[in-house]
């Protein structure tokens, strides 16, 4: 189109306000319901081309499709799409007098740590919600996140987005689509991809806001590729000394090559991000939650828990700290608490017989917490004893990931302990 058009359909058309690879944008107007629009047009040429034109247009209508399905705050809502003779468009909300993420990806004018986890838990929620409806983005990047003028965010342009129907698999061959300085290791090589990849490609923009560099900047295109799929990213704090380290935990999550290692859905990502918001609102805990984090790290039970999800289960759960003759768990009460001992040891009573000790590292609770039947025996801190009391309420509000590799490391756990008593009996009975 080689000038505004005046009307497109029922919308007039005022301002031309933006220009993409995939068309023109202006802003119009909606005289039903009285409100002002953004109305993208699709570039005529393109159409027109005779050997990728079917293409286009499909490519062009697919944003109309895919996101149409879609009702949330953070993306930008479609509102109609046509054709008006040779000219196809779509209407979408008008987001007015904002811009991109695009402009605060610079060294010169990042945005504050907090505001940065705020948008980014916005993103991560949005597309936790697109990934439940099948939609996969697949070019999540700076200028694809609109924002608002009060800094609320907006994710657009999907275009190349992908439906997964209900008679298909959740991955899917795509082959190359997607802006390359921002794709997951698994679509530059052009292998399957799932929802995971956009969260790769989000956890890229977070690094770029936090530190206004790429993580795998290059000057060549192999060795971009190169990078995305082989090579770590250098600490955020390379650049900013002032980047707590629980956001290192996260980008590094997020930037995982293997997907068996990455954030499995938006709403982990979110999960975390909201854990490090409260850090950061509480940093006279700060010293004390590091020593929490610090104690359990070592404890055989969390050797297979990523340090995120370390994190996430620090803030869920109970601390508790008993001194030397206080009762934990007393026989015949019903109570539903596991426990791990992080320092010191506890003194097991049956009746008013000492049947054994446990130690820094061992877990006691583990009935009660599967079934809430009465306790069979009682507990005494022998010392001074520090515990992680947990129950199911606490774990309920711990992601889905690191619910089920809770359940899972509980599960062995409770196995091999069950094992350690029939093989004492036996030795006892023989």
């Given amino acids: 189109m ?16 933006g220009r993409g690879s995939m068309g023109i944008v202006y802003q119009g107007f909606d005289p ?33 499709h895919t996101a149409g399905m879609l009702k949330h705050p953070n993306i930008l809502e479609i509102l109609d799409a046509g054709a008006d003779g ?61 924002v608002t003028k009060d800094m609320d965010v907006k994710i657009g342009d999907f275009s190349i987005a992908h439906v997964i129907s209900s008679d298909t698999t959740n991955t899917m061959p795509m082959g190359f689509v997607g802006s390359p300085r921002y794709m997951s290791p698994e679509q530059v090589q052009e292998d399957v991809i799932s929802n995971q990849t ?38 955020l704090r390379t650049y900013r000394s002032d980047i707590p380290e629980v956001l290192e935990r996260i ?6 090559k293997n997907t068996d290692k990455r954030y499995k859905m938006g709403l982990n990502m979110a999960a975390d991000l909201s854990l490090a918001f ?44 008993h001194s030397e003759g206080a009762e934990i768990i007393t026989e015949g009460d019903i109570d539903d608490s596991f426990y791990i001992i992080i320092s010191g040891r506890v003194e097991i009573k049956k009746g008013d017989f000492s049947i054994g000790r446990l130690h820094e590292g061992d877990c006691f609770g583990e009935m009660g917490y599967l079934s809430k039947t009465r306790r069979s025996a009682t507990i005494i801190a022998d010392g001074r004893v520090q ?22 490391v509980f599960l062995q756990t409770l196995v091999r302990r069950l094992s350690e008593t029939t093989e004492a009996m036996v030795v006892s009975s023989g």
């Fill in 278 to 321: 409260d850090y950061l609102e509480k940093p006279q805990d700060n010293i004390e939650v590091q020593e929490k984090f610090n104690s359990i790290l070592r404890l055989e039970f969390f050797k297979e828990f990523s340090e995120a999800e370390i994190w996430e289960i620090i803030r869920a759960c109970a601390w508790q700290e």
């Fill in 2 to 17: 080689s000038k505004i058009p005046e009307k497109l359909g029922k919308y007039e058309i005022m301002d031309q306000v």
């Fill in 251 to 256: 980008v590094y999550h997020a930037l995982q």
């Fill in 86 to 146: 040779d000219d196809c468009y779509i209407v979408m909300e008008l987001v007015e007098g904002g811009g991109t993420l695009k402009s605060y990806c610079q060294p010169d004018n990042l945005l504050p740590i907090d505001r940065v986890i705020e948008i980014i838990f916005k993103c991560a929620k949005a597309l936790d919600y697109a990934h439940r409806k099948g939609v996969v983005h697949r070019d999540i990047k700076p200028t694809n996140i609109l």
């Fill in 32 to 64: 039903f319901l009285n409100r002002k629009v953004a109305v993208k047009v699709a570039i005529s040429a393109s159409l027109k081309d005779t050997e990728s034109g079917d293409r286009y247009r499909t490519m062009f209508f697919n944003e109309a």
């Fill in 387 to 408: 515990l992680m009391k947990i129950n199911s309420t606490l774990i309920q509000q711990l992601s889905v990931e690191c619910q089920l590799q809770f359940s899972r």
């Fill in 198 to 235: 956009d969260l790769f490609s989000l956890g890229i923009v977070m690094y770029e806001l936090l530190t206004g560099r790429h993580p795998f900047a290059t000057d060549s295109f192999s060795r971009l590729i190169h990078k995305i799929i082989h090579e770590k990213q250098l600490p």
